[in-house]
């Protein structure tokens, strides 16, 4: 390995010298041809160096865009209902600024190539012309408008308010991973404070469900229910869903690339957001023709030295499934305190009591 | 009238030397005095850019070392352990190297080089030579500006070299990654040396463009009014303008974020769990300092790219032998990009949580930009046009810059729209947008000002070939890494990750980012091309035999081949015209100085 490595810096220094050297020659070269001569031979040179550039630019655009649009969200299509509109919009967006692009390259280089100095061609003399100024400020203008009212349009939905019957998921990113909440039967998230939060017993989210007289909390009722998961996160095809993000240390952010959604995770102040998916992962498989399929949550926001492994996975399911993977799951207060478990056999019944006191 | 005696009243420490001999302190003062704490713009204006190159060569090296990682992120390069040791293990660089490498990559390049590099050396150097002033208004504060940045780079490259790391949490640095040791073994004493830093920085940003403003409305030479300045000058006006206005902020940023680093305070701190225990700070926001920090952090943007402009507009000119087409509409879009680079902050903020409402504004706003973007780059077209060019290397880095800034400034449409920035956040797409609109771009303007104005800085020319060899190598390699970066960004790519094999939505581009990594490391190694002309020239380049080499109008071209500190050696000349009459009349190029002839046409 090293040796190959010093051969490479033998050959780039060997090379560096080498031009450097026929640089210098062709300097001296220059000075005995006459400086004018190399000055109007190197100036056609670059003329059609520049023109050469635009044509296999424009090639090579096209050849990039051959090999690496199937790699990209826009090829494979949103998952989201919210997410298709987003994507015309993208493509709008992209079929605009591309002929934008595309003219002005086209000028910028083909200018400079028509216009390279020639033996007895002036210049022309033209400091300002009010017409075509007012021309080009007014085209822009309107386009952007266009683009500024298709925008904030579709944005106003996307950030208004989850459609009623919305399923509401809570997700906090820590160091560097996903937690995600239910709020159970009852619809309620319990309360939650971040300095009772407990790793060791169970309590990841610092779920008030003890009276504490230090901190002055009184334990909320409705925590008894919530389901606490890591990492995956379960979801209904066709039923929206809205997203409460917290975070517990850094700021993180729940990147849904296939669902064209993003939002940060921000210590202190919560953040929603909401989607409806439109296709289960079993359906993602088939239609990306990949087995491996699955929904990540990606942490978009730099949180550290793990940022980079911070994944967490959405399951997308139907009605039916999503339901059976919900009775499996226990409230995360039963994991903090298996004696309250009224599944859990030897004291069944008094923790039904005593759950059903706290309840009142 | 006045501006006469005002410039007579500041000449008069240099003229009473000027008065008996031509090449007044070409013989006096010590090396120190001379080269080191030198007070005269044109050293202090090469001593901001040699340590701008210098910085440049750090913060390219980096980046070479982590695109080895993302582009080959299995392979060992014992010579790296060799080099970096801790950090890279067997081989292989560790994440907190990464993030480290990643963080002082994007804080030097925006900062030390092209902001010091850019602003430090061209304001320095043309302000006083194209307004026609013997030295900035204050020489000694000048001389100041770029001691406070070198001690801000010492501080900067020492902090490489602490046991816990430098900075590692991104150079935008929010907190309360930025704030907690706990977080990141980075945000221990690195942040605390990369605060110190940035804080010295602003200190000599401050300096430097209180100096600039003072320097531009008052010491005009007699006749030069604010509307015959060449286009450079109002660039570098309003970028002095951007940086004393917004600085601040960012040092008040800062202050705040080092109390509550060390002094218990919670103005970004809330609710932190964190290292098995909760943190006593309630009540802050950690959207504050991104609030605080992109009010520096977006005119800043423009900070970097505004002298570019300047120095495009009049290289695009001079060697397009044209004047500048629509040179009151390059003003005015100037001062339209100043006004509004104040008014679009939240857009870096859209997935924070804003309100979406206020966030409808920010969307306005930001693509009202684009329109004084897209009258620079049709007056640009509009200047080639009709012309009789000549390809020297500066002007073949201006024609880049303009093709990069145009592929760059559309994307800026996409991310500036708040609907799809939601999904293009802190994807790679936003990576190839700000690389190539503003690092990219801005660099070739810093190089297209190099190759322009060395003559003047130097009294030597420039290799041409070498010249030739190094822009189109970067020109080519610009776009093959960062063209398809918007791709890897459409496909939800996130920046600043350490490695993708763990994702299935991103691991498809492993061959990519091979590519990327190998065109990075040319372009980097073809930059060292330019340094050794660069440094070679300065001594054994070809000598400049003529005052003004390119034909130009502007003032700078009619000191002595190499000016003397005070410029010109008799009395400063009179600016009878603007800067752009080229080919008026059937003349060449008319020079500021002469006086409008009776039966000169008007334009």
Redo the contacts between chains.
């Keep these: 390995m090293s040796t190959t490595v010093s051969l490479i810096i033998v050959a780039a220094i060997l090379v560096f010298i080498v031009i450097f050297q026929v640089a210098k020659t062709s300097e001296y070269i220059s000075l005995l041809k006459g400086e004018d001569q190399t000055r109007k031979q190197n100036n056609r040179i670059n003329g059609w160096l520049l023109l050469g550039f635009m044509v296999f630019g424009f090639i090579a655009v096209w050849l990039c865009n051959e090999a690496l649009y199937k790699k990209t969200l826009l090829h494979q299509g949103a998952a989201s209902v919210e997410g298709v509109k987003q994507d015309q919009m993208m493509l709008i967006t992209i079929a605009i600024t591309f002929i934008v692009f595309v003219i002005t390259q086209f000028l910028l280089f083909f200018f400079a190539w028509k216009y390279q100095e020639k033996e007895g061609r002036q210049a022309f003399y033209f400091a300002h012309s009010t017409k075509l100024e007012i021309i080009w400020t007014t085209i822009p203008a309107i386009t952007l408008l266009i683009l500024v009212v298709f925008g904030l349009r579709f944005w106003f939905t996307i950030t208004s308010d989850a459609p009623k019957g919305a399923l509401i998921v809570e997700i906090t990113g820590k160091q560097f991973g996903w937690i995600m909440r239910y709020p159970g039967k009852d619809n309620i998230f319990g309360k939650t404070y971040f300095r009772v939060i407990n790793d060791e017993n169970n309590n990841s989210l610092g779920q008030i469900w003890e009276d504490n007289a230090e901190l002055k909390l009184k334990a909320d009722p409705a925590n008894f229910d919530d389901i606490v998961t890591t990492q995956t996160m379960y979801v209904v095809k066709g039923r929206p869903v809205k997203l409460i993000i917290n975070s517990r240390d850094v700021i993180h952010d729940v990147g849904l690339n296939q669902f064209r959604m993003k939002m940060d995770a921000v210590p202190g102040i919560p953040t929603t957001l909401w989607f409806t998916p439109q296709y289960t992962t079993a359906e993602m498989k088939e239609r990306t023709q990949n087995p491996d399929f699955v929904y990540e949550i990606s942490c978009d926001q730099m949180c550290g030295n793990g940022h980079y492994s911070m994944k967490g996975i959405i399951e997308v399911v139907d009605q039916a499934e999503f339901d059976a993977w919900m009775a499996k799951q226990k409230p995360n207060y039963y994991a903090a305190f298996p004696d309250k478990d009224p599944s859990a056999k030897p004291i069944a019944d008094s923790t039904k009591t005593a759950v059903a006191v706290l309840n009142k | 009238m006045s501006e006469v005696t005002h410039i007579h009243e500041h000449a008069v420490g240099v003229s009473h030397e000027a008065h008996h001999e031509g090449h007044h302190h070409a013989d006096h003062g010590s090396f120190l005095s001379k080269y080191v704490f030198s007070q005269d713009h044109k050293i202090i204006a090469k001593q901001f850019l040699i340590t701008g190159i210098f910085w440049a060569v750090i913060g390219g090296f980096f980046s070479v070392v982590f695109r080895l990682q993302i582009g080959f992120p299995d392979a ?4 790296l352990e060799t080099l970096l040791g801790e950090w890279a293990k067997g081989g292989q660089l560790q ?2 190297a990464y ?1 480290a490498l990643v963080t002082i990559h994007g804080t030097v390049l925006v900062f030390f080089v092209l902001t010091a590099g850019l602003s430090g050396t061209f304001s320095n150097f043309l302000i006083p030579l194209q307004i026609g002033a013997r030295d900035m208004a204050s020489p000694f504060l000048n001389m100041l500006s770029y001691w406070f940045f070198f001690a801000a780079g010492i501080i900067m490259l020492s902090s490489l070299f602490v046991q816990t790391g430098p900075f ?3 150079w935008t640095a ?4 930025s704030a ?1 040791g706990d ?3 980075g945000s221990k004493i690195g942040m605390d040396m990369w605060m110190i830093s940035m804080a010295l920085f602003i200190v000599s940003s401050l300096l430097g463009g209180l100096n600039y403003i003072a320097t531009i409305l008052n010491m005009r030479t007699k006749g030069m009014s604010m509307t015959r300045l060449p286009l450079t000058i109002w660039a570098f006006f309003f970028t002095a303008v951007l940086g004393v206005l917004s600085f601040p902020v960012l040092l008040s940023g800062v202050i705040l974020l080092i109390f509550d680093r060390h002094f218990g305070t919670s103005f970004y ?6 290292n ?1 225990q ?1 943190l006593p700070n ?6 504050l300092y991104q609030h605080l920090f992109w009010f520096l952090g977006h005119p800043e943007v423009y900070i970097i790219l505004l002298p570019a402009m300047g120095m495009v507009s009049e290289i695009l000119s001079v060697n ?10 390059m003003v005015g879009s100037m001062f339209a990009i100043a006004i509004l680079a104040f008014l679009v902050w939240a857009h870096h903020m859209f ?3 804003l309100n ?1 409402f206020l ?2 504004f920010f ?2 706003l930001t ?2 930009i ?2 004084p973007s ?2 620079k ?6 200047t ?8 020297t290397p500066a002007m ?1 880095f201006a ?1 880049g810059f ?2 990069l800034f ?2 760059g400034g ?2 800026g ?2 991310l500036g ?4 920035d ?2 293009l ?3 790679y797409f936003v990576i190839a947008h700000f690389h190539i609109v503003m690092g990219v771009a801005s660099m070739f303007g810093m190089m297209a000002g190099i190759y322009h104005w060395y003559p003047k800085m130097f009294g030597r020319y420039l ?4 010249g ?2 190094h822009f ?1 190598i970067t ?2 390699g610009a ?1 093959v890494i960062f ?2 970066m918007h ?1 890897e960004g ?3 790519m ?1 920046r ?5 094999d ?5 691991k ?2 492993g061959t ?1 980012n091979q590519i990327i990594s190998i065109a990075a490391i040319i372009v980097f ?1 073809a930059q ?2 330019f340094l ?2 660069f440094f070679y020239s300065i001594w054994k380049g ?1 000598k400049v035999t003529s005052k003004n080499p390119w034909g130009a109008n502007t003032l700078e071209w009619t000191t002595p081949i190499n000016p003397g500190h005070g410029n010109w050696d008799g009395e400063i000349p009179e600016a009878h015209r603007w800067a ?1 009459d ?5 003349q060449e190029f008319i020079s500021q100085t002469t006086p409008v002839g009776d039966n000169e046409s008007k ?1």
């Excluded at chain 2, 780059?377 to 509009?382: A, G």
């Excluded at chain 2, 729209?417 to 799809?420: G, K, P, R």
């Excluded at chain 2, 290799?463 to 070498?466: E, P």
């Excluded at chain 2, 763990?502 to 991103?506: A, C, G, L, Q, R």
């Design positions: 060992k390069f014992p010579w994440p907190e993030y590692s949490g991104g929010y907190p309360p990654l907690l977080a990141s073994p701190l809330s609710d932190i769990f964190i098995g909760a309630e009540g802050g926001s950690a959207i397009s032998r044209k004047p500048i087409f629509g040179y009151m509409a997935v924070t949580g979406p966030g409808a969307v306005l693509l009202l684009a329109v897209a009258i780059v049709f007056n640009w077209l509009t080639l046009w009709k012309g009789n060019i000549r390809f073949l024609i303009v093709s145009i592929s559309l994307t449409i996409f729209n708040s609907a799809l939601i999904q956040h802190d994807t290799n041409n070939g070498l030739y060899i189109w020109m080519i776009y063209w398809p791709y459409l496909a939800g996130p600043r990750y350490y490695k993708y763990i994702w299935e939505s991103f498809q581009f990519l190694l060292f091309l050794a002309n070809r752009y080229y080919g008026k009349d059937g334009h």
